[in-house]
């Protein structure tokens, strides 16, 4: 099994994550491993919706997120990610949306370590791939750094070494998803004693994380930290990950170049019958920071209504600053 470096992560992100934002994102560091959205077993096993899996080449190495519960299912689906050609699958236990309580799966399996353990467990021997396990703290009045300790305890038992921590509890009931994301306070010094505890798991610390200052901090403390609105934000500061922890020069030079081969694989991509919208929103970032930042992002969107990026593209690295 080839080791994989999960120094930096970008987390999996519903709507965002997706093949062409990935893309993006490795133009910029070919260093940050990526994820995919989650995606449900239900809808690979009984939806047939194997169109979720689709990835590009160049966004080696990337990992794949799960959402289910049921040992058969995460078998089944985990084998087909593998001959899909994913470095990683990743067990989602952290998701508190009302939609994945009802499937029996995220955050709230946190309640139920030994069936995670099962999950995980199963997964690992159908595969010759790594299988990770993303979690939070703890759920709803469960706050103690105990819960999470007898938590960790029971599902490394399965063999998994790779836990990704949200450094929050997810609040089950009277908090939507974005909410949890922000109203739960961060308790970062759980996920530093928990590596402290347990010396020999990887574990990538994720939440709150804004910036490579911020990450720095992190890395004196944890193996790996995982970022997630922040890095979709503001994607061009990826750039900095390789000549700052990697003493290798950076990958793309300038915004514009970035642009250029992203609108050409956006042309490709239109080609094979993607949609240009869902292609195009992940640009927004590109400028942040820039003067002309937002007429960048209004330029985008007349490239949307209009459905025709010939007509706008060399205004749009015009609007670049550099």
């Not at 940050?32 to 989650?38: A, I, P």
């Not at 990743?90 to 998701?95: I, K, P, R, S």
């Not at 029971?154 to 450094?167: L, Q």
């Not at 804004?210 to 403390?221: A, C, P, Q, Y």
């Amino acid at each position: 099994m080839k080791a994989l470096d999960r120094k930096f992560c970008v987390a999996p992100m519903m709507q965002y994550t997706d093949m062409h934002d990935r893309f993006l994102l490795r133009l910029i560091s070919k260093k940050v491993f990526l994820y995919t959205e989650m995606i449900a077993t239900g809808s690979l096993i009984y939806g047939k919706c194997f169109d979720q899996l689709e990835f590009n080449k160049e966004e080696h190495p990337v990992g794949i997120q799960l959402g289910g519960s049921n040992v058969s299912d995460l078998i089944e689906c985990s084998k087909k990610c593998e001959q899909f050609g994913y470095d990683e699958i990743n067990l989602n236990v952290g998701c508190p949306s009302d939609r994945v309580q009802k499937g029996k799966f995220g955050a709230c399996l946190m309640l139920e370590p030994n069936l995670v353990a099962e999950c995980l467990s199963n997964m690992q021997n159908s595969v010759s791939i790594p299988v990770s396990v993303k979690c939070r703290l703890g759920i709803d009045d469960n706050e103690d750094y105990e819960f999470l300790y007898n938590f960790v305890s029971i599902v490394k038992e399965s063999g998994i070494k790779v836990f990704i921590i949200h450094a929050r509890n997810g609040i089950l009931k009277g908090l939507s998803p974005r909410q949890n994301r922000n109203i739960p306070p961060l308790k970062y010094d759980y996920v530093y004693r928990l590596k402290k505890d347990f010396p020999d798991l990887e574990i990538i610390i994720n939440g709150g994380i804004k910036n490579l200052d911020d990450s720095s901090n992190h890395l004196n403390k944890v193996d790996g930290v995982m970022i997630g609105r922040a890095a979709y934000d503001n994607p061009f500061m990826l750039k900095d990950i390789e000549p700052r922890f990697y003493k290798l020069d950076s990958s793309i030079n300038s915004k514009k170049e970035v642009l250029n081969l992203y609108l050409e694989y956006v042309e490709r991509q239109i080609q094979n019958g993607h949609n240009l919208s869902r292609m195009m929103k992940h640009l927004f970032g590109l400028s942040r920071g820039d003067k002309y930042a937002k007429s960048f992002r209004i330029k985008i969107l007349e490239v949307i209504r209009d459905n025709s990026l010939k007509n706008h593209k060399n205004e749009l690295e015009d609007l670049l600053v550099y």
